[in-house]
Antibody
Framework: QVQLVQSGAEVKKPGASVKVSCTSH????????IHWVRQAPGRGLEWMGM??????SYAQEFQGRLTMTRDTSTSTVYMEVDSLRPEDTAVYYC???????????????WGQGTLVTVSS | DIQMTQSPTSLSAAVGDRVNISCRAS??????LNWYQQKPGKAPKLLIY???SLQSGVPSSFSGSGSGTDFTLTISNLQSEDFATYYC?????????FGQGTRLDVK
């Protein structure tokens, strides 16, 4: 069945980088866009960016310190955030986007989430 | 960016009740509106897409309506497993944006 499996929790110091992986199972990896959405403790959902076979698109607030890459051979997407700050502490989700001809786009499958804690 | 505003931010209800959650967009988004349910410690789950289409496997007690700027998620005959936080999300333009969430708890 369709699954997105993410790497485990991370603890980082301010100024460090973190790289989170998301491995896809049960669907044609190259046919879908993968997005990243984060959720700070007790807060709402924040879109970070997306990657498809030919391009990436990042939210304005992450420009310059966010990089998304994909490895087709392992059906894995990576999300790396540089220059971490305590306010980057959050659960990070990878999400599959489904496009429907008459129904717009939506996020139909989510990874289990990866907690990234930034603390000195 | 399109701002999404949900109301109320929290809601108390009893099993068997019918509840409505509203979502308003800062500009017209046609019917490009999705609803998600999130339980504590879990990833969000897609309930409704394109304002009123039920995602496969979601109970028919969930329904959505609206177009333009005003949308509603209705849950009829509330069950214990429906107590959660609900988010709307617009897919009309990039960046996709979410409402702040509506927490539904037991009265």
């Amino acid at each position: 069945q369709v699954q997105l499996v993410q790497s485990g929790a991370e603890v980082k110091k301010p100024g460090a980088s973190v790289k989170v992986s998301c491995t896809s199972h049960g669907f044609t990896f190259s046919a879908f866009y993968i997005h990243w959405v984060r959720q700070a403790p007790g807060r709402g959902l924040e879109w970070m960016g997306m990657i498809n076979p030919s391009e990436t698109s990042y939210a304005q607030e992450f420009q310059g310190r966010l990089t998304m890459t994909r490895d087709t051979s392992t059906s894995t997407v990576y999300m790396e955030v540089d220059s971490l700050r305590p306010e980057d502490t959050a659960v990070y989700y990878c999400v599959r986007e489904v496009v429907r001809l008459r129904g717009g786009n939506s996020f139909d499958y989510w990874g289990q989430g990866t907690l990234v804690t930034v603390s000195s | 960016d399109i701002q999404m505003t949900q109301s109320p931010t929290s809601l108390s209800a009893a099993v068997g009740d019918r509840v409505n959650i509203s979502c308003r967009a800062s500009q017209s988004i046609s019917r490009y509106l999705n609803w998600y349910q999130q339980k504590p410690g879990k990833a969000p789950k897609l309930l409704i897409y394109a304002a009123s289409s039920l995602q496969s496997g979601v109970p028919s007690s969930f329904s959505g309506s609206g177009s333009g700027t005003d949308f509603t998620l209705t849950i009829s005959n509330l069950q214990s497993e429906d107590f959660a936080t609900y988010y709307c999300q617009q897919s009309y333009s990039t960046p996709p944006t979410f409402g702040q969430g509506t927490r539904l708890d037991v009265k």
